[in-house]
């Protein structure tokens, strides 16, 4: 097969995100890499320098994605209990429903972890799912609290259902995030 001639940044990093969802982070090397998508390794190596460059790269682009498909969810949703709910829900639909594929998301936290750039991002989608969360209890006593409340209850309901592997992903949270609304009711709301 010839090699293509171009792929656009969004198109080879969606191919290293692949390798990386489906092999681990370690598996996306500049060979791998090559093969998935056509290009030699030289082309690689000039576009992204390193493995780790790649790596970040292909990161960072998968937070481009999240923050876009976070903001998508936040403005067509309804600012109420249900919303914040809704938005949680669509939001765990790409942790696929499986915990193997749960896990591969966890090795590429790790990666975030590691990379002070990446990590970052994380806390700024963190505060702004927060924001729109809080936004749903607006007028309430405790919005924001409330809101990252939910947000922990809501890693941990991804979490819990790793090891129980109840029926879909998006199902359980929903379920969870249900049981943790009615526990605050009326306290908090």
Do not use: N
């Amino acid at each position: 097969m010839p090699r293509p001639r171009t792929l656009s940044d969004e198109q080879l990093l969606s191919m290293v995100l692949d390798v990386i969802q489906s092999e681990g982070p370690d598996a996306a090397t500049f060979a791998a890499i090559a093969k998935a998508s056509g290009l030699s390794g030289s082309t690689l190596v000039q576009r992204f320098a390193t493995k780790a460059g790649m790596l970040r790269a292909a990161l960072l682009h998968a937070w481009d994605r999240l923050d876009a498909e976070t903001a998508r969810l936040a403005e067509t949703l309804p600012k109420t209990a249900e919303g914040a709910i809704a938005l949680l829900t669509g939001l765990s639909r790409d942790y696929g429903d499986s915990p193997a594929s749960y896990a591969e998301g966890l090795l590429l936290l790790r990666e975030d972890f590691r990379d002070p750039v990446l990590r970052a991002r994380g806390g700024a989608w963190g505060a702004a799912l927060t924001a729109a969360l809080a936004q749903r209890f607006e007028g309430r006593k405790q919005a924001q609290i409330i809101a990252r409340l939910m947000l922990s209850q809501w890693q941990g309901s991804l979490l819990w259902w790793g090891f129980s592997s109840e029926g879909a992903v998006a199902d359980y949270v929903e379920q969870e995030l249900r049981l943790f609304l009615a526990a605050l009711q009326p306290k908090l709301i």
